[in-house]
């Protein structure tokens, strides 16, 4: 019988593939399960739709994660932390904190856990902060720290 898979199957293969199993394995494992349907032409033709419309959904995603990596490369965030003299500091600067003060000085939503800080920022100055906003599109944020 042939199986169009729903789902990952280990060592029969990929989403959306169409693979030849035997008829009890189908009719008593993936078919229950939902990791597959029977190969019928409908079923063919509604896959092929689906994924029509799962391509058409990805590269919406991919525009608005282009437009959103330009708006975000033109301005920058201003963060204040604490110092004391000759521009020690006390404590760091987060993820968290980037992303608060996106949210109130922009008005973006930018999740904490997309930015990659290698390490906390420790002194004052402009540093260049990555935001991976989708697998193909990464921004660089400006964050200006100043003392408080």
Same mark, same amino acid.
């Given at each position: 019988?042939?199986? =169009?898979? *729903?789902?990952?199957?280990? !060592?029969?293969?990929?989403?959306?593939?169409?693979?030849?199993?035997?008829?009890?394995?189908?009719?008593?494992?993936? *078919?229950?399960?939902?990791?597959? =349907?029977?190969?019928?032409?409908?079923?063919?033709?509604? *896959?092929? *739709?689906?994924? !029509?419309?799962?391509?058409?959904?990805?590269?919406?995603?991919? !525009?608005?994660?282009?437009?959103?990596?330009?708006?975000?490369?033109?301005? %920058?965030?201003?963060?204040?932390?604490?110092?004391?003299?000759?521009?020690?500091?006390?404590?760091?600067?987060?993820?968290?904190?980037? !992303?608060?003060?996106?949210?109130?000085?922009?008005?973006?939503?930018?999740?904490?856990?997309?930015?990659?800080?290698?390490?906390?920022?420790? %002194?004052?100055?402009?540093?260049? =902060?990555?935001?991976?906003?989708?697998?193909? =599109?990464?921004?660089?944020?400006?964050?200006?720290?100043?003392?408080?």
């Amino acid at each position: 019988m042939e199986v =169009v898979l *729903l789902e990952d199957v280990k !060592a029969l293969g990929k989403k959306g593939e169409l693979v030849k199993v035997n008829d009890g394995y189908a009719r008593n494992f993936i *078919l229950p399960k939902k990791l597959g =349907v029977e190969a019928t032409p409908k079923n063919l033709n509604d *896959l092929k *739709l689906k994924k !029509a419309n799962e391509a058409k959904i990805a590269a919406e995603q991919l !525009a608005a994660a282009k437009k959103l990596a330009e708006e975000i490369e033109e301005k %920058s965030v201003t963060v204040t932390i604490k110092a004391g003299e000759g521009g020690r500091t006390f404590g760091s600067v987060s993820t968290k904190e980037i !992303a608060k003060a996106a949210l109130d000085q922009l008005g973006l939503d930018i999740d904490k856990k997309k930015m990659a800080l290698p390490e906390p920022i420790k %002194s004052l100055g402009t540093v260049e =902060v990555l935001v991976k906003l989708h697998k193909d =599109v990464t921004a660089k944020l400006r964050v200006k720290v100043v003392e408080a």
